[in-house]
């Protein structure tokens, strides 16, 4: 009984994203990790751009909900009013900005590298050798990230770049394998 619940299963073909729009995903993400590597610096600005443009959207629209529904009306209209003034600064300064929301991205990323090792050198109390050198490798991380945020922002564009590249890659194989199958 079970083997046939599972070959019926297996039959069914499930189509929740057209194969064309996983193509078009993949071809975008190819194309602006190509981008991160060859001209990093007007990417970003460019994807930061886009960033401080959906930041003043979603703001726009958080606050044309709390119309509709006062469900934590505080926190939202506070959320949209900071999601406004975030859009109209990126949007105003997008060389500035390009500058500092990586630079705060690293800087966090730092920041919760050293309290992540903190925390697994306290667990290597109970777990062992093992928790604490990934302890210590996070820690030094995060020293190395906020002590040097500019060699974590070239970091990061490469890094996004080469997931950029390879996430395209690998979308755009799913899609011709959505297509034909």
């Known amino acids: 009984m079970s083997e046939t619940s599972v070959t019926r299963i297996s039959e069914v073909k499930i189509d929740l994203v057209p194969w064309w729009l996983v ?26 751009s886009i960033l401080g443009w959906y930041w003043l959207i979603t703001g726009i629209l958080t606050l044309v909900t709390l119309i509709m529904d006062r469900t934590n009306a505080t926190w939202r209209a506070l959320s949209a009013l900071l ?3 975030a859009g109209i600064v990126v949007i105003g300064h997008p060389f500035w900005s390009a500058a500092i929301v990586p630079g705060t991205l690293v800087i966090i990323a730092g920041v919760l590298g050293v309290c992540f090792g903190f925390i697994s050198l306290f667990w290597a109390l109970k777990e062992g050798w093992g928790a604490a050198a990934v302890g210590v490798i996070s820690v030094i991380f ?18 996004l770049g080469a997931l950029g590249i390879a996430g395209g890659l690998a979308s755009i194989y799913l899609a011709l394998k959505l297509r034909s199958g």
């Open 23 to 48: 193509l078009l995903e993949g071809l975008a993400a190819l194309i602006i990790g190509i981008y991160l590597f060859i001209s990093p610096a007007p990417t970003v600005v460019l994807l930061v």
């Open 83 to 85: 999601g406004i003034a």
């Open 142 to 159: 995060g020293l190395v990230l906020i002590g040097s945020p500019v060699i974590g922002i070239v970091m990061l564009v490469y890094l």
